[in-house]
């Protein structure tokens, strides 16, 4: 099996949709749905009802998820969002590589 191409922590740049070129660092990967959430973006509001605690309720925006397939790994050399190749060190050890300059794309944890 291949490595996944988008993991929790990455960095990506948005291809389409309406939050194109932007970046962001990916919170979650909701693989059954092929979509992530990034952080600060695609943003929507949602209305809190008032509760006991609050009292007024009101609006906090949150995350919507987008589709996996608008986003791409941010590569630093490049500086923008790439295909991702897979390099093999050793034996069971690969890693994502940017396609285009082979620069390292794992995440620092
Ligand atoms: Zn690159």
């Known amino acids: 099996m291949g490595l996944a191409r988008i993991r929790k922590g990455d960095t990506v740049q948005v291809t389409s949709g309406r939050e194109r070129g932007k970046m962001g660092k990916v919170l979650e990967v909701l693989l059954q749905e092929d979509r992530v959430l990034v952080e600060k973006l695609n943003l929507v509001k949602r209305h809190l009802k008032p509760n006991q605690k609050t009292k007024q309720g ?11 397939a608008a986003v791409m790994p941010y590569c630093p050399k490049c500086k923008k969002g790439v295909r991702v190749a897979t390099q093999v060190l050793k034996e069971n050890e690969k890693v994502r590589v940017c396609a285009f300059c082979k620069e390292k794309l794992e995440g620092k944890k």
Do not use: Q, R, V
């Open 58 to 68: 009101g609006i906090i925006e949150k995350e919507a998820p987008i589709a996996i």
